[in-house]
T-cell receptor, first 111, second 112 residues
Framework: GENVEQHPSTLSVQEGDSAVIKCTYS??????FPWYKQELGKRPQLIID?????GEKKDQRIAVTLNKTAKHFSLHITETQPEDSAVYFC??????????FGPGTSLSVIP | SAVISQKPSRDICQRGTSLTIQCQVD?????MFWYRQQPGQSLTLIAT?????????ESGFVIDKFPISRPNLTFSTLTVSNMSPEDSSIYLC?????????FGAGTRLSVL
């Protein structure tokens, strides 16, 4: 079946530093690559997404890059702030329109 | 965007009983899903709720244990049947609009 991995599983950065989380997937037919943020006790929320015909997308301090050949995409957060502390999930859409969530990366931003 | 209302938000149940969770979307959506999330874990897809036909279950989940209804394009229910303490978890309803996936606030279930 489909396999989705994230690295690292936990990440701790100083406020103002950058954070990068990588997601590796197995379904070469995947065509939609979102990142979700889940704060403690809250529902997951989409923060950024990218489609397979685009290599990079940026939204203020957040960016996503895609390498379809290598089957991975990454979340980049610059100038991190304490409110960025959360669990981040990648969730590539498979060729069957099914969304498989990665195991998650817990990001802590230290003030 | 789609707004998803899910209820109950939490419940404490006795083993052997069943609980039905309701999910209401404020607009018509094509795809609806049910997930389970254990504390500190990722989301595990239980099934895709298909309108007008039987739900599509993922490996490890069966219809007898998790019957799902989807009578129209805005509503779905998930029943957790014959509960045991291992069913204690958060259950999340989800719907897609275009490619974007939206989530309900979740149902926190504790089985004693």
């Amino acid at each position: 079946g489909e396999n989705v991995e994230q690295h690292p599983s936990t990440l701790s950065v100083q406020e103002g530093d950058s954070a990068v989380i990588k997601c590796t997937y197995s379904d070469s037919a995947s065509n939609y690559f979102p990142w979700y943020k889940q704060e403690l006790g809250k529902r997951p929320q989409l923060i950024i997404d990218i489609r397979s015909n685009v290599g990079e997308k940026k939204d203020q301090r957040i960016a996503v890059t895609l390498n379809k050949t290598a089957k991975h995409f990454s979340l980049h957060i610059t100038e991190t702030q304490p409110e960025d502390s959360a669990v981040y999930f990648c969730a590539p859409k498979t060729s069957y329109d099914k969304v498989i969530f990665g195991p998650g990366t817990s990001l802590s931003v230290i003030p | 965007s789609a707004v998803i209302s899910q209820k109950p938000s939490r419940d404490i149940c006795q083993r052997g009983t069943s609980l039905t969770i309701q999910c209401q979307v404020d607009s018509q959506v094509t795809m609806m899903f049910w997930y389970r999330q254990q504390p500190g874990q990722s989301l595990t897809l239980i099934a895709t709720a298909n309108q007008g036909s039987e739900a599509t279950y993922e490996s490890g989940f069966v219809i007898d244990k998790f019957p799902i209804s989807r009578p129209n394009l805005t509503f779905s229910t998930l029943t957790v049947s014959n509960m045991s303490p291992e069913d204690s978890s958060i259950y999340l309803c989800s719907a897609t609009q275009g490619a974007i996936q939206y989530f309900g606030a979740g149902t926190r279930l504790s089985v004693l």
